[in-house]
C-alpha cells in the first residue's frame, strides 16, 4: 500500500523577502507594465526555492509498517525514490526473514550442517558479520544463535504457558554463535540443529538501506521509520529538527543518526502474577522480567536495533564495554517503569536535544512490534 499526505513548509527568510518586495510595489508604485512583469516572476522564483513538500509513504513489510518521510523541494518527485526504497525493504526481508520457509537464511539453516562453507548473498554476509561483532562487543547479550529457542517460546506464547526444563535443555543445545563460521561472502553452520533468528538486527539494517536509496536519489532530508527503528540524514533547514517520541518523552534531533528501542512492555505474557519478554536471555534462555525500556542511539539503525535488544537483557548497569560510550558510536538511554529510574550512558553531545520537545513527532521509537 503506497500513501502519501504533503504539506508546505516556508522559510521565514523567504516571507520575510516576499512581504518586502509586495510592500515596495504597492507603497511607491516604482514599477510598472514589462518592469512590473519581470519583478512580479522574481519573487515567484525565490518563493518557490525557499519551499519544501513534506511527503509521506507508508509500506507494509516484515511484520510492521515502514515509513518514509521526505522534506523535498516543490518541483521533486520523491515518490519514485520511495518506492525503490520499498522495494529494496522487500529483498532484505527474502533475505532474514524467519517466518518465510524459503528465505535465505532458513534456506542456510535447513542446509545444515555444511562440511564447506556456501556462497550467500552479500546482505546476508552483512548481517552476520555485523551480528558476530556485536555478539562479541556486548560480551554474548546479542545472540542470533536462539532461534531454537525464540520458536519455544512462541509456541508458549500461544499456549500461554512457561517452557518446560527439558525443552529449554534441548533448545540451548541448539544454541551457540561457535557454530557459524565466515568468510567474506561465504558462510558456513557446523552444527545440524542451528536455528539462526535474525529478528533483532534485519529490520534496522533494511531502515539502513531504503535511507540510503533516498539520499542516493538526492532527497538527503529524510527519515524511514520500520515499526520504531528509525535512521535519518539531516533535518530540512526549515525544520527545528527530526521530532521523534521515545518512551521518555519527545526528543529533538538535530544531525544524521539512528535510534530504535527494545523492551518487554508491548509483548509479553503473564504467568502466576510474572510477566515474560519476547526478548530473551541469552545466559538462561528465558524470556526477560525486568521493565526497562532501553533506546539506543547510533549512526546506524542496524547497530541501534541490536544493541537495544542486547542491553533490554539484565545486567550490570551502567553497561560495561560498550566502545564508545561518551561518544560513538552508540549512547543508551534506559527507563524503567519509574520515571525516577531513568538512566542515560554516553549521550551524544549535539546529535540529541534531552530537553525534549512537543508534538506528534516525525517518528516514533516506543517499540512498536
Known sequence: MMAYTESHIQTSAAASWDHWSMTLLLL????????GHQRASQIKQVQDSDVLVRSEYRHSAMGTLFRIVVYSDKGGNPAIAAKEAFDRVDEIEVVASDWNRESEIRTLCQSAPHEQMVPVSADLANLLQKSVKIHQQTQGRFDISMGALTRLWRRCFLAKRLPTD???EQARRQTGMQ???LDGGYAGLSEVAIDIDLGGIAK????????????ASGYRHSLVD???????????????????LLPSGPRRVTTAGAVATSGDTQRNMEIDGEKYSH????????GIRNSAMVTVFAEDAATADAYATAYSVPGHWPPDGIPGLGGSPVAIECLYSQPEK????????????????????????????
Open 28 to 35: 511607491l508604485g516604482l514599477l510598472s507594465g514589462c518592469a
Open 204 to 215: 534496522g539494517y533494511a531502515v539502513d538501506e531504503a535511507l540510503k536509496i533516498m539520499q
Open 226 to 244: 520500520g515499526g520504531g527503528d528509525m535512521a535519518f540524514g539531516p533535518p530540512a533547514a526549515a525544520t527545528t529538527g527530526w521530532k521523534i
Open 279 to 286: 526478548i530473551l536471555n541469552p545466559l538462561t534462555g528465558m
Open 166 to 168: 527439558s525443552d529449554l
Open 179 to 181: 557454530f557459524i563460521e
Open 342 to 369: 531513568k538512566q542515560r550512558w554516553g549521550v551524544m553531545p549535539g546529535q540529541i536535544d534531552l530537553r525534549g520537545t512537543t508534538g506528534t513527532g516525525e517518528g516514533d521509537s516506543r517499540s512498536v512490534p
